[in-house]
């Protein structure tokens, strides 16, 4: 049964870029009014304009640094303020962090954590009450790197770990109410991600457009009995599954192997 969105109001994370544009582009295609979240305030006002140009649906720009630990809270305020009441919310503002963990930034891995994690509980709970009214959709944006330990980007691949697990426990307690939530779990994509991370060793397979991963996305929400997780693209998929063959010693070290080797590749290039 197809989600209908029309006349909600959808409030995307991370939409100055990336995934972050293209949801906002299929939700409001779909008619869903938008609130978009982003620093960025020149990339949201960007975005707001091609789309109120593109559709009917009312959008609201709201430069937020998500970093912050209460900014959820601050946001959902100023949406009540504004009398604005939230149907479905994408959960997508995230970065990642390259290296070994003993050079690591201690400060950077703190916003890493908060923006990965703690932005994403706080937000979600923010407007649970709300969501919970459906019908609307709840949407995490996790990672393939959820699936197995990722030296090297060791922080980024736990944040993303607990993001899945999150999800998959809010697909339960949210069963039988109009709210359909959903973990998605894309591999490398075309998106800025790997500008903010410094480097592409990270990269690994073939890379997916964002335009894929939204596809995915809405097949599954569109099911009446969708999955609380999903891995976009095939390979990945399968990837993902075959972890569970493994050990988690074999997989550390598997993944430490495969990570290696993608960082090699990526300086013999250079």
């Known amino acids: 049964m197809k989600l209908d969105l029309s006349g909600g109001t959808t409030l995307i994370t991370g939409a100055s870029s990336g995934l972050g544009v293209e949801f906002a582009r299929r939700f409001a295609a779909r008619g869903s009014n938008l609130v978009l979240v982003a620093r960025r305030a020149e990339r949201l006002e960007e975005l707001a304009s091609e789309l109120r140009a593109a559709t009917n649906v009312h959008i609201e720009v709201l430069p937020t640094d998500l970093g912050v630990s209460g900014a959820a809270i601050a946001l959902r305020n100023e949406l009540e303020r504004r009398q604005i009441r939230i149907t479905s919310l994408i959960n997508n503002a995230g970065f990642a962090s390259h290296g070994a963990f003993d ?8 916003g890493e954590m908060q923006l990965n994690m703690g932005a994403v509980v706080e937000l ?24 197995q330990p990722t030296p090297g980007m060791a922080v980024y691949g736990a944040t993303k770990a607990f993001v899945l697990s999150f999800t998959e426990a809010l697909w339960a307690e949210a ?9 998605v779990s894309p591999g490398s994509t075309k998106t800025e991600f790997f500008d903010v991370v410094g480097t592409n060793e990270a990269s690994v ?11 995915a996305t809405f097949r599954e929400l569109d099911k009446a009995n969708g999955r609380p997780s999903i891995v976009s693209g095939r390979i990945n998929h399968f990837t993902a599954l075959g972890t569970r063959l493994l050990s988690r010693r074999a997989l550390a070290r598997t993944s430490a192997r495969v990570l290696g080797e993608v960082r090699l590749a990526a300086q013999q290039v250079g």
């Not at 050079?103 to 703190?110: I, K, L």
């Not at 069963?175 to 973990?183: I, Q, S, Y």
């Open 124 to 147: 979600s709970r923010a407007f649970m009450p709300q969501l919970l009214q459906g019908p609307g959709a709840l949407i995490m944006v996790a990672s393939t790197a959820a699936y």
């Open 175 to 183: 069963r039988g109410t109009g709210l359909r939530v959903l973990a």
């Open 205 to 215: 397979g073939v890379q997916q457009t964002p335009s894929q991963v939204i596809d």
């Open 103 to 110: 050079q690591a930034d201690p400060e950077r891995m703190a």
